[in-house]
């Protein structure tokens, strides 16, 4: 669905796919297709070059939506298959961490119940690298920002966009970009340890872009 490129493998996706980088497009496949397959749940915001080649994209959860918690995004995004591609070890941290370790620390990172349900969530913020630091991210936030602002229901939620990046080289864009960084955190594996930085930007509505 989307480019390899995409993806470069750190210590982070290396420990949610039991140290078998293989399965990384596989994993990121089953977190698009949940957020787009299934109607209501995600926003995917593009760019494209002059020839309509994909050259960046951002992907976020709606307000009051948690990937991958119902039986149809699980369905769509084929997580059965995912998680019998893991090792042992590999299903065991995935579980402990994607469904209790991760939903703590972004709670307590924002100080908000249900972090990820309750804000704007951003899944994937990505540009080819050919296109990188011409403003690409930029746009496509601004894009997601305006969306936010004509949605009420997401207003009624405080209109927050947040995320988690887990590459030190994120940090100075997203603080760039207008977020606020909230917390930093070590999260160990048996592969390697990684890191993870927390990050929101408070929405007003009618913000100009």
Known sequence: ?????????????????????????????????????????????????????????????LPGQLVLSTPEQQNVGRMSEFMERLSPDGRKYYAEVMAKGMPKANDEAFGIQDAERNTYWCHFAMVHKDYQGK??????????????????????????IALTTTSARNVPIYEKLGFTLYGHKVMPSPWADWQVWFFAKEVQLGEAQ
Do not use: C, Q, W
């Open 1 to 61: 669905m989307i480019d390899n490129l995409y993806f470069l493998p750190g210590p982070a996706a290396a420990a949610l796919v039991g140290g078998d980088l293989s399965l990384v497009p596989s994993l990121a496949s089953m977190i698009i297709r949940a957020l787009l397959l299934v109607p209501g749940v995600g926003d995917m915001f593009t760019a494209r070059d002059s020839e309509g080649a994909l050259v960046g994209f951002t992907l976020f959860s």
């Open 135 to 160: 403003g690409i991210v930029k746009a496509l936030f601004n894009l997601a920002t305006t969306e936010l602002t004509h949605d009420s229901k997401a207003a009624k939620r405080n209109a927050k």
